[in-house]
């Protein structure tokens, strides 16, 4: 089973600022199969980027993602109020589809 | 639009079943696999279990296995997951999920129903 471990556990940044939160993977994974979604409070996870790199519909362009192997990254430039959520990384390449335990994006 | 309304949550004992359901419209349901995903109060997402888009194959986290089973109903746009045997760590919000078949990623999330296990 593949276990993904989210760095930092909480990030205090603000508007405009670039964010970048890490998603470590306990083996290497396939790019292919790396997954980023954000979820705000009382809302459903809602799907950012999948294939590792490829932005979901709508997604703005100021989330891009990057790694491979083992480690992975999730960058937010000029971050925007509505980005403030939790966000989790996700393998997807099979069962178990596992997810990291989340990074906390909250305003400074 | 894309909709996916999940159903059946809420207060049960420890021990005792429920039967949550999540009915789709909007696409072509028999296209895509089906996720159910919890997330336990002020904890993060614990994927469940998955069903192929023709019921041909399941599977389920080591933590439900053999106590929950995931099921679809083509003919009626709605996915089931029998829980039995509840326990207190099975408190949660249960959500649906999409993945379209071939593509595995899940685009699209229903919005959840809450499952309470206690006496």
């Known amino acids: 089973e593949i276990v993904l471990t989210q760095s930092p556990g909480t990030l205090s940044l603000s508007p405009g600022e670039r964010a970048t939160l890490s998603c470590r993977a306990s083996?290497?994974?396939?790019?292919?199969?790396l997954a980023w979604y954000q979820q705000k409070p009382g809302q459903a996870p809602r799907l950012l980027i999948y294939g590792s790199s490829t932005r979901a519909t709508g997604i703005p362009e100021r989330f891009s993602c990057s790694g491979s192997g083992t480690d992975f990254s999730l960058t937010i430039n000029r971050l925007e109020p509505e980005d403030f959520a939790v966000y989790y990384c996700q393998h997807y390449g099979g069962s178990p589809y596992s997810f990291g335990q989340g990074t906390k994006l909250d305003i400074k | 639009q894309v909709q996916l309304v999940e159903s059946g949550g809420g207060v049960v004992q420890p021990g005792r079943s429920l039967r949550l359901s999540c009915v789709a419209s909007?696409?072509?349901?028999?296209?895509?696999?089906i996720h159910w995903v919890r997330q336990a109060p002020g904890k993060g997402l614990e994927w469940v279990a998955i069903?192929?888009?023709?019921?041909?194959?399941?599977n389920y986290a080591d933590s439900v296995k053999g106590r929950f089973t995931i099921s679809r109903d083509n003919s009626k746009n709605t996915l089931y997951l029998q829980m039995n045997s509840l326990r207190g760590e099975d408190t949660g919000v249960f959500y649906c999920?999409?993945?379209?078949?071939?593509?595995?990623?899940?685009?699209?999330w229903g919005q959840g129903t809450l499952v309470t296990v206690s006496s």
């Open positions: 909007g696409f072509t349901f028999n296209n895509y696999d």
């Open positions: 069903i192929s888009y023709d019921g041909s194959y399941k």
């Open positions: 999920a999409r993945a379209l078949t071939s593509k595995y990623y899940f685009d699209f």
């Open positions: 083996q290497s994974v396939s790019s292919s199969y």
